[in-house]
Nanobody
Framework: QLQASGGGLVQAGDSLKLSCAAS????????MGWFRQAPGKEREFVAA????????YYSDSVKGRFTISRDNDKRTVYLQMNSLRPEDTAVYYC???????????????????????WGQGTQVTVSS
């Protein structure tokens, strides 16, 4: 089970760090990703990280502002979000894919259909 936390209400330009903790199992073999869904919009890819942390992928909209990382010993994946914008407002979900190969690549890693484990989501609201 994945549990996302760390969301909140912030102002434009602020930072937030989201966490996604796994309970009951290790995530060391999982490709891990963050996705988000804004009101009235479809869920979209934000960032992903390979199971060793050696490869990371980002959507163009967050590249340079967000950083995904992981600590397999703590069974936790993080999303550091800097320079937040009102358009970053969404519910953020973490997800895991145990079947991904180590060199899954950005196209595979950004496809939410490849992820079989999902957290419940945490709300991020950025005011202007």
């Amino acid at each position: 089970q994945l549990q996302a936390s760390g969301g909140g209400l912030v102002q434009a330009g602020d930072s937030l760090k989201l966490s996604c903790a796994a309970s009951g199992r290790s995530i060391s073999r999982d490709l891990m990703g963050w996705f988000r869904q804004a009101p009235g919009k479809e869920r979209e890819f934000v960032a992903a990280i390979s199971r060793t942390g050696g490869s990371t992928y980002y959507s163009d909209s967050v590249k340079g502002r967000f950083t995904i990382s992981r600590d397999n010993d703590k069974r936790t994946v993080y999303l550091q979000m800097n320079s937040l914008r009102p358009e970053d407002t969404a519910v953020y979900y973490c997800a895991g894919d145990r079947n991904a190969i180590l060199s899954a690549g950005p196209l595979y890693s950004s496809n939410q259909e490849n992820y079989e484990s999902w957290g419940q989501g945490t709300q991020v609201t950025v005011s202007s």
